[in-house]
Nanobody, 125 residues
Framework: QVQLVESGGGSVQSGGSLRLSCAATGFTYSSYCMGWFRQAPGKEREAVAAIDSDGYTRYADSGLDRFTISRDNRKNTAYLQMNSLKPEDTAMYYC???????????????????WGQGTQVTVSS
């Protein structure tokens, strides 16, 4: 059974940093594309970053030069390091995974198959 569990969210002031983690179980982690998505109240879900099984990455413009996605295949964990956070980064952040998805597609041509429960990030000005 595929399970993704996010952690690391919280409340920070503008300019602060957070590192989100996504612990994965129930599948061959190294073969999966891992992505981070977010959804703010009243807004649509949007892609933030993705990293595929070959290590390629892609970032949304909103996080470019501020966010870094990485993965540790030994720990079956993906990370999203977020620096210089802004109030507009406030959202629920979700980890997602898809088998052999490509980072260029944020892991899927539609939406990834597997999702975590999310972790809240709140940035105050």
């Amino acid at each position: 059974q595929v399970q993704l569990v996010e952690s690391g969210g919280g409340s920070v002031q503008s300019g602060g940093s957070l590192r989100l983690s996504c612990a994965a179980t129930g599948f061959t982690y190294s073969s999966y594309c891992m992505g981070w998505f977010r959804q703010a109240p009243g807004k649509e879900r949007e892609a933030v970053a993705a990293i595929d099984s070959d290590g390629y990455t892609r970032y949304a413009d909103s996080g470019l030069d501020r966010f870094t996605i990485s993965r540790d295949n030994r720990k079956n964990t993906a990370y999203l390091q977020m620096n210089s956070l802004k109030p507009e980064d406030t959202a629920m952040y979700y980890c997602a995974a898809d088998f052999f998805g490509r980072a260029a597609d944020y892991c899927s041509a539609s939406w990834p198959s597997y999702w975590g429960q999310g972790t809240q990030v709140t940035v105050s000005s």
